[in-house]
Each structure stands twice: as structure tokens, then as C-alpha cells.
């Protein structure tokens, strides 16, 4: 591209996210600008109706990508316009875009264009631009295999987990704790001529004692 100017003040550079890409991956299509002193670019995340001319990433479709969710804009700078009567959001220097999108087949043919606004408050001037670019060409590996543990093999694991917490027995109980527990509970039941349990009031206090 051109080198940048006062006619042609901000130089973009697209690239993708990672070198290595599978069918079925999310990856990002990543926009960077390079910006002259003076001049700012407005980003893409304010009212469109407010005035300036937002950025804005066109995406033509094809069936090797889709989509996931809108361009986002890498931290803008925010400032309110006396001019738009309202705030935009804009960056300096340096500006960066991302797209992500969901790789479906070996071919896919990424084509956008770009629309922006750069402006020059100290010469009180403003260029729009337009840029197109395509990633066509690229090597795309086969869908990652995702490898199951058999089935076996995952129940064994999910039992010995279930083994080791839910069903384990307390240390402190042996035979000797079980037999004392079990004369002292026999202490409490009482029961009248016709053989019916009035113990209610010992087994209360029973459980009392030995519920922790």
C-alpha cells in the first residue's frame, strides 16, 4: 500500500489470527491501521446517526466462513464533540479491528471491504476512505479429531470418584463403637404392659447425645 500522507493518511494491514487452521476453528480476521500525526480515525462502536462516518467491516458472504458476532474495535479513545453535539469513540496513531469467524471447509475465500473517516481538527479537514482486501489461498488442515475415552474406562473413573467422598466410611467407626452405641440405645427403649414403646423421651435425649 501507498505510504502514508496528508492525502492518504492512515495505511491498513490485515492478518489472520493463527497460522495453523482446522475445519470447525474459530479464528479472527485482524485490521490494523496506521495512523499520521494529527490525524484520527473514527472507530465503529458510537451512534452511526450521530454524524461521522463509523467504520465499518463488509464481509462478502461465502460458504467457506461464517461469521461470529460483529467487528469489534481493540480499546478506542472517547471523547464528547462539541461539532456532533454527542460522543464518539476514535482512535490515534494506531487502530485495531477483529473479526471472528467460524472456518466450515479446505477453501474458504475471506473478501471484505472497509469504509472509514479520518480527520485533522488542526486543518479542519476530513478524507473518507474505502479499502478491499481477500484472503484466498490458504492451506487449511482437516477438523481436529476429538479422541473419547472408552466407555469403560470413564464409568470406572466417575464410580472411584463417587467411592472415595459419597461413600466413604468414617475412620473412627470399628465394632467396639458400634456395639456401645448400640447397649446405650437399648437402655432408652421402655415399653408398657401391652409392649408399646413409651420411650420417646430417652430416645430424644439418645439422639441428642450421639447425633455429631
Known sequence: ?????????????FALSAKEIHIGDTIEVVATASIIPDWYLYSNDFDPNLGPTVTTFDFTA????SLLGKT???KPKKKYSDIWEGDVTY?????EFR????VL??????????????????????IPGDEEFTFS???ILPARKITKAPAGQTQQSTTDTKTGSENAVPKTTDKASLEK????????????????????????????????
Open 181 to 212: 452405641l448400640e447397649a446405650e440405645k437399648a437402655k432408652t427403649v421402655q415399653r408398657d404392659s401391652k409392649g408399646n414403646d413409651v420411650s420417646v423421651g430417652y430416645l430424644k435425649d439418645f439422639v441428642k447425645k450421639y447425633k455429631k
Open 1 to 13: 500500500m501507498a505510504q502514508a500522507d496528508n492525502d492518504n493518511p492512515i495505511k491498513w494491514s
Open 62 to 65: 461465502d460458504k467457506g466462513y
Open 99 to 102: 473479526q471472528k469467524i467460524v
Open 137 to 139: 489461498g490458504l492451506t
Open 72 to 74: 469489534k474495535a481493540i
Open 91 to 95: 482512535f490515534i496513531e494506531h487502530a
Open 105 to 126: 471447509s479446505d477453501a474458504p475465500k475471506i473478501t471484505f471491504a472497509v469504509n472509514f473517516q479520518t480527520c485533522n481538527d488542526v486543518i479542519g479537514r476530513c
